[in-house]
């Protein structure tokens, strides 16, 4: 059962899908559209995780860039990360072994969010 959902904010919600779906292989689950045509929220999963995310105009203001990230766990960090490359993700963190025995990587995504990458299953 899910029970934690990370809430992310775009300037473009709809390029943000697609975008998180050809370069992390996320896929909309369910998307609700304002009056205007806007996607207002939308849920998107991979494998058993979920995250949510709407319009960047409503939400808070943002951490520093550094002082957050997501980690998901993946069964191939490197076909993940060449994945992300060739849709565009900006690799800060090439994939690397950790010293408690997972493999990760990290990158930005089209909005500048850090996203964390491993084989890490607590």
Same mark, same amino acid.
């Given at each position: 059962?899910?029970?934690?959902? *990370? @809430?992310?904010?775009?300037?473009?919600?709809?390029?943000?899908?697609?975008?998180?779906?050809?370069?992390?292989?996320?896929?909309?689950?369910?998307?609700?559209?304002?009056?205007?045509?806007?996607?207002?929220?939308?849920?998107?999963?991979?494998?058993?995780?979920?995250?949510?995310?709407?319009?960047?105009?409503?939400?808070?203001?943002?951490?520093?860039?550094?002082?957050?990230?997501?980690?998901?766990?993946?069964?191939?960090?490197?076909?993940?990360?060449?994945?992300?490359?060739?849709?565009?993700?900006? @690799? @800060?963190?090439?994939?690397?072994?950790?010293?408690?025995?997972?493999?990760?990587?990290?990158?930005?995504?089209?909005?500048?969010?850090?996203?964390?990458?491993?084989?890490?299953? *607590?």
């Amino acid at each position: 059962m899910r029970t934690i959902y *990370p @809430i992310f904010r775009y300037p473009d919600p709809r390029a943000a899908m697609d975008w998180l779906d050809a370069a992390f292989g996320f896929r909309v689950h369910a998307a609700h559209e304002a009056p205007d045509g806007t996607v207002a929220h939308a849920e998107l999963v991979l494998d058993t995780g979920m995250i949510m995310l709407g319009a960047r105009a409503d939400a808070p203001p943002r951490p520093a860039d550094d002082d957050w990230s997501v980690y998901v766990a993946v069964s191939d960090v490197d076909a993940h990360c060449a994945r992300a490359r060739a849709a565009g993700a900006e @690799i @800060i963190r090439e994939p690397f072994d950790t010293d408690y025995g997972s493999r990760d990587y990290s990158a930005r995504d089209l909005a500048g969010n850090v996203w964390s990458f491993g084989t890490y299953r *607590p």
